[in-house]
């Protein structure tokens, strides 16, 4: 396994693959807690198809996909938060019209441009190989800004998430963070995009949130152990693609989904009820004693 390990860190292209991977998993992660749990999980599976027609325009332009999708998406994600708050049309509903109609465009624009090729794969179901040089300066830079605005606006988010009213009479802009939660929400999908795929990102915010719930119970131990799971599901599925030679965000993904039902099963042991007992035995041999 080391050998295999040294084998597959001898390429550069992996290794920077790899680095990204792990920051936009960390970023995911800890974003994904606030976003299940605000029941806004959807809106990454929108922005994602919405990163998937920016991109093909970007194609079609000769321009870095980055670049020219990065500000889309924020502007889509700023969209789909407005419009769950104040319009008639219900968040889901929006959601699912604004990521039909970017998935279309992107496929009519790849179509006409370059046409149905693996391109087009590569931004569905996401590519190790997608990844240039800039795109990893970018990305590196981007997700040390992500975890550092989370890291400083930690207790804000945590405020929002749980009770917004009651932070908002407190006297805390509650729209000024849901947009930071949206703009954070929209590079890190941009981010992983790339690798992951339009259709499979959004696993990275869902599952390891949804698997450190089976275990913990405080927001802090679940967006620790979320980040945990993330990162260490992301870096198995790599191990195993590269082994396999299987595609890197199906790979990934699987890995979470086998996380999420370990956690699972440990949840429906009865471990705190044996905790209980054994700590009522050791209770009853001291007062004997």
């Known amino acids: 396994m080391i050998n295999t390990l040294m084998e ?24 994904g807690v606030s976003l299940v749990l605000k029941r806004y999980a959807m809106i990454g ?10 991109l093909a325009i970007a194609t079609a332009m000769n321009a870095a996909p980055l670049t020219v999708s990065i500000p889309i998406v924020v502007l889509a994600a700023f969209f789909l938060l407005r419009i769950s708050e104040n319009s008639k049309i219900k968040g889901d509903a929006a959601i699912a019209l604004i990521s039909t109609s970017s998935l279309a465009i992107g496929v009519v624009v790849i179509s006409l441009t370059t046409g149905m090729n693996t391109d087009v794969c590569n931004y569905m179901f996401g590519s190790i190989l997608a990844m240039s040089k800039n795109d990893v300066t970018l990305s590196i830079a981007l997700a040390i800004v992500v975890l550092i605005l989370f890291i400083l606006f930690y207790n804000k988010i945590f405020a929002v998430t749980f009770d917004e009213t009651f932070a908002q009479a407190t006297g805390v802009k509650t729209g000024l963070y849901n947009m930071l939660i949206a703009f954070l929400t929209a590079i890190t999908i941009v981010l992983g995009m790339r690798m992951m795929g339009a259709l499979l990102i959004t696993s990275l915010i869902i599952f390891p949130a949804l698997t450190s719930m089976r275990l913990c119970k405080k927001f802090k131990t679940v967006t620790i152990c979320s980040a945990i799971v993330s990162v260490v599901c992301f870096f198995i599925g790599v191990v195993i693609s590269y082994i396999k030679a299987t595609p890197t965000g199906a790979s990934v993904v699987l890995v979470n989904i086998v996380a999420f039902l370990l956690f699972w099963a440990i949840h429906l042991l009865p471990v705190e009820a044996v905790y209980k007992k ?12």
Do not use: Q
Request: glycine share 8%.
């Open 8 to 31: 597959m860190f001898s390429y550069t292209f992996l290794v920077r693959a790899v680095v990204v991977g792990l920051l936009v998993s960390l970023c995911a992660a800890l974003l």
């Open 45 to 54: 599976d929108g922005l994602s198809h919405v990163g998937f027609g920016s």
């Open 278 to 289: 054994l700590h009522r035995k050791v209770s009853e041999r001291r007062k004997d004693t």
